[in-house]
């Protein structure tokens, strides 16, 4: 914390935690929204301290054991029913409250990325070098989307609100895809809509897609011998492994603008001496919709079968999981997007600002500080970049409303390690608190409003017109999942 003397300390304070800025805009709200950003405010140092917590456990997907119980235990203490471990996914949970439609839930994520260990530091500097670090913000996604259903929760129980709030706690998006398992058990058949966000590099209310995805794997099986006494008795089911990602590679060329195809090869030998009879390696295709991802894995398995040939060794591809690019509510984009603007610009103190150029200096980025301010409503585009969620599985089913909130400076790479340096501090909590407000004040609009959802849910019947879903998972739970017996 800053050090300054008297008066100046305290403004300096009220201003870093948005006080003023709050008094100011919050005169123009109704009472009953009004309401809910006080609730948020009251909760201020809770939630940055729960977000803080998360930060340091930086648990992997399906291993978030401690940070799960943090958030489910929080909202018990609310006042939420809590119900956990369901959908084959030991720590997922569903916080409930009230009672009877509309039933309107908010998404909450909390696992970290491997080996993004990361100081609150401009430097890259390990907290514990090759442990997890929050590279895309979770610890922050989490807090804020409970946040928001708490202060829903208040005014419910005041009596001003009528229906009921659900706060998902939704494992492993980073690697398994916990929300598609959650769907398919069926825990969002009554949600009426549902809302989201995601920390960024900018704040603005989401009317683009993301991209389809399919995750894969390509495990080849040879037979072993002596790397130079007799290699011709071995059959290298490595030879069979780097013909396939050849093959990959080559199909670069001839795939549209828009795909995407990344992989890390698993295994792929013990010893230099020893013929590999193992290999095996995973794959992940993108595009902007579904039916674009299953062109392209149509190609790749024709590439690994012809891979197993060439080597003589036996190819086996399995697709294990998938998500669904985003079908983003327009009518719920706007009204958010005003619900952004009525909250004003994210401000950032002297000392924010030499941190984020800092930052950004160490990334090679241009220094430029970081940016709170609401970016335009965009007009959606056929074939947005971007990243991959299974909150896209959640826009299939359910109508869905997003937001994405500044947490770290723009251009410094995501998934890296200025992102979990900036989760960690005010930078991050400020994001938080912002996009935990912009929920609740949605939701609000939206329990109150009964026009309003009319028309977002007829928006979503028009998207779904000739489209069908169906989950791209495994039957049983994911893979490395033991079930407690």
């Not at 020893?274 to 991802?293: C, F, K, N, Q």
């Not at 929920?439 to 959802?453: I, N, P, T, Y």
Request: contains cysteine; hydrophobic residues 40%.
């Amino acid at each position: 914390m800053f050090r300054l003397a008297g008066t100046a300390r305290v403004l300096s304070l009220l201003l870093t935690c948005g006080f003023l800025f709050q008094h100011f805009t919050l005169a123009q709200l109704p009472p009953v929204r009004e309401a809910a950003v006080n609730s948020i405010e009251s909760r201020r140092q809770e939630l940055i301290q729960l977000s803080n917590q998360i930060w340091k456990l930086a648990e992997t997907s399906l291993l978030e054991v401690e940070s799960s119980r943090l958030l489910a235990a929080y909202a018990e203490k609310q006042g939420f029913k809590v119900e956990r471990g369901l959908a084959d996914l030991p720590t997922s949970f569903v916080a409930s409250y009230g009672q009877g439609s509309p039933v309107i839930a908010v998404i909450g994520e909390f696992d970290a990325l491997p080996g993004l260990s990361q100081k609150i530091s401009t430097q890259k500097e390990p907290l514990e070098a090759g442990k997890a670090g929050h590279g895309c913000g979770h610890n922050l996604f989490g807090t804020a989307s409970l946040g928001a259903a708490i202060a829903v929760k208040d005014l419910i129980a005041a009596g001003k609100l009528k229906g009921t709030i659900r706060f998902y706690g939704t494992p492993a998006e980073e690697a398994y895809e916990g929300k598609v398992y959650m769907l398919r058990a069926g825990l969002f058949r009554d949600v009426d809509l549902c809302l989201g966000w995601h920390p960024r590099d900018q704040t603005k209310a989401d009317t683009q897609s993301s991209k389809a995805l399919v995750s894969l794997r390509v495990e080849f099986r040879g037979l072993s011998a002596h790397a130079s006494r007799d290699p011709w008795d071995g059959k290298s089911a490595l030879d069979g492994l780097e013909l396939f990602t050849h093959g990959v590679n080559m199909l670069r060329e001839h795939v549209k603008p828009s795909v995407r195809m990344h992989y890390v090869i698993r295994k792929g030998g013990e010893a230099p001496n020893v013929v590999p009879d193992e290999a095996m390696v995973e794959l992940w295709i993108r595009d902007s919709t579904m039916e674009g991802v299953q062109l392209v894995l149509e190609k790749v398995k024709k590439i690994a079968t012809g891979a197993g040939l060439m080597a003589d060794v036996e190819a086996k591809l399995t697709v294990f999981s998938g998500v669904y690019n985003m079908l983003p509510s327009q009518t719920g984009a706007a009204m958010l997007f005003d619900t952004m603007k009525s909250l004003g610009p994210i401000t950032y103190t002297e000392e924010e600002q030499t941190f984020a150029r800092g930052i950004q200096k160490s990334a090679g980025v241009p220094e430029i500080g970081i940016n709170g301010r609401l970016q335009p409503l965009e007009t959606p585009i056929p074939d947005p970049p971007g990243a991959s969620s299974d909150l896209g599985d959640v826009s299939w089913n359910v109508p869905t409303l997003h937001i994405s909130v500044t947490t770290a400076p723009e251009g410094v790479p995501w998934h890296s390690w200025p992102v979990v340096a900036c989760g960690g501090m005010s930078i991050g909590h400020k994001g938080m608190l912002f996009a935990s407000k912009t929920l609740a004040l949605g939701m609000v609009q939206l329990f109150e409003d009964a026009k309003l959802r009319e028309k977002v849910r007829a928006e979503f019947a028009e998207t779904m017109k000739g489209r069908t879903y169906k989950p791209y998972i495994l039957d049983g739970p994911p893979p490395n999942v033991t079930l407690p017996h």
